[in-house]
């Protein structure tokens, strides 16, 4: 049986569950109505509530699963992570830091703490969903110049997960960042929910890929993205790809 933990798994893309153990890592219960109700029919749905920015509780929460997992886990995804809704629209010079607090550090956070656990574990896999705007020539294209503290955020994480690849290697251990795509989240849709906003998305998209329409639903996304990370070998650890598993089909 394949262990995963996956953070942010209240909503979203980190909702749909894989098959085999899975560990849901909260911050609270109060967005994860979706989530108690699959939880109480699976019994291989377990809920842990931590703070990915405190690293003594997320000792805990490792704590947790290791009881479960007799000290091991397969694949830690990192998803929890947010764009800061009222931030959207802010120039760069307006930038929003605690983007980086809730996005990039916190992950650091988790990715110490669950450490141990991978090491033993049988995949040995460490995921970051990443974003678009993490890219260089994304942005440059698009010429969005908002969300400067999100885009530092993932492009951040990226150079992160790309680090600890490398260290990792020798323990066996791969690391991935991976773009879900445009997504069909309540994150999505805080934005594209505005008429203006979504057309003015649309056209900032349509200059890296003229056939985009829209945002792809959350199983779309999550199948894409599990054959990639079944697909993550030593051969392609540390990389940057998108949902499609290349590095230029970003929707
Ligand atoms: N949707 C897209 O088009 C898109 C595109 C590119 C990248 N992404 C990335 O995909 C990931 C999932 O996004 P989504 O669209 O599914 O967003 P979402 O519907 O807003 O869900 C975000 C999840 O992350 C959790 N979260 C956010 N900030 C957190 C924090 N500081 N500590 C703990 N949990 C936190 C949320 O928990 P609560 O329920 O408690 O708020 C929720 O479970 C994010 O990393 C996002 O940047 C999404």
């Known amino acids: 049986m394949v262990s995963w933990a996956i953070?942010?798994?209240?909503?979203?893309?980190?909702?749909?569950?894989?098959?085999?153990?899975?560990?849901?890592?909260?911050?609270?219960?109060?967005?994860?109505?979706?989530?108690?109700?699959?939880?109480?029919?699976r019994k291989n749905i377990h809920i842990v509530v931590t703070d990915i920015s405190d690293p003594r509780k997320l000792d805990q929460a490792t704590a947790e699963v290791s009881k479960v997992t007799a000290g091991s886990l397969d694949v830690l995804i990192l998803n929890a992570g947010s764009a800061g809704p009222d931030t959207n629209a802010l120039p760069p010079i307006k930038i929003d830091c605690s983007q980086i607090k809730n996005n990039l550090i916190s992950n650091i956070y988790v990715i110490h703490s669950f450490l141990d656990l991978v090491r033993n574990g049988k995949e040995k896999k460490i995921i970051f969903i990443s974003s678009q705007s993490g890219d260089v020539e994304v942005t440059r294209i698009s010429g969005l110049p908002t969300m400067l503290g999100y885009s530092i955020s993932k492009a951040g994480m990226n150079m992160v997960t790309t680090k600890f690849g490398i260290e990792l290697a020798q323990d066996g251990i791969k690391t991935l960042s991976m773009s879900p795509g445009w997504v069909n989240t309540d994150a999505a849709q805080a934005v594209t929910g505005d008429p203006e906003i979504r057309k003015f998305m649309l056209s900032a998209f349509h200059k890296i890929d003229p056939s985009v329409n829209g945002p792809i639903p959350v199983d779309e996304s999550v199948t894409a993205m599990l054959q990639v990370i079944q697909n993550l070998t030593e051969a392609n650890s540390g990389k940057f790809l998108t949902h499609h598993g290349n590095d230029d089909e970003w929707f």
Do not use: M, Y
């Open 7 to 41: 953070t942010g798994a209240t909503r979203g893309i980190g909702s749909v569950d894989p098959k085999n153990q899975v560990f849901a890592l909260i911050r609270s219960r109060g967005t994860a109505g979706p989530l108690e109700k699959l939880a109480a029919k």
